[in-house]
């Protein structure tokens, strides 16, 4: 399955009034705004594709997504969010699929850049993320983000 497929399968999880939600801002969903914002940029870009924007946003729609690998992000985030999280179920829906368009579409890192402290830079004309708390092997969800160790 490639990014804009599977890209498409993720949005088919939101409902209309949820998106309506989502456009909205609307304070009943229980949903931060780097959420909210990948959610909204992957239905700009996979729900109404638009070839321009993609690849303003230097996103791949073509590359074909690890099913495999993204089950076991979905399987890891749910866990971890059932142990930590188990106050707000209603919560866990919106962080695991932007989670997943973050990981497998975007290719982007799942925490937001500023707050995670990431350092972005450019390498032969490539984004590389690095973020100062990734262990790789030591996190599951950490290894399926794109970022590299600080």
């Known amino acids: 399955m490639n990014t804009r497929e599977f890209c498409k399968e993720l949005g088919g999880q939101i409902t209309h009034a949820e998106w309506d939600a989502l456009d909205r801002c609307d304070p009943s969903l229980t949903i ?20 321009a924007e993609a690849a303003d946003k230097h996103v791949q729609l073509e590359l074909e997504v690890d099913l495999q690998a993204a089950e076991n992000l979905a399987r890891y985030l ?3 969010l059932d142990e930590y999280m188990s106050d707000n179920p ?42 100062p708390l990734k262990v790789p092997g030591d996190n599951p969800i950490c290894d399926a983000c794109v970022c590299l160790e600080k």
Not at 37 to 43: C, D, F, G, K, S
């Open 32 to 51: 931060n705004s780097h959420n909210r914002e990948a959610l909204l940029e992957m239905r700009a870009l996979c729900m109404a594709p638009n070839a």
């Open 78 to 80: 749910q866990d971890y």
């Open 90 to 131: 209603e919560g866990h829906k919106w962080i695991v699929l932007a989670s997943l368009y973050l990981a497998f579409v975007a290719r982007r890192p799942l925490h937001p850049i500023d707050r995670a402290g990431v350092v972005v830079e450019q390498l032969d004309g490539r984004t590389i993320y690095r973020c």
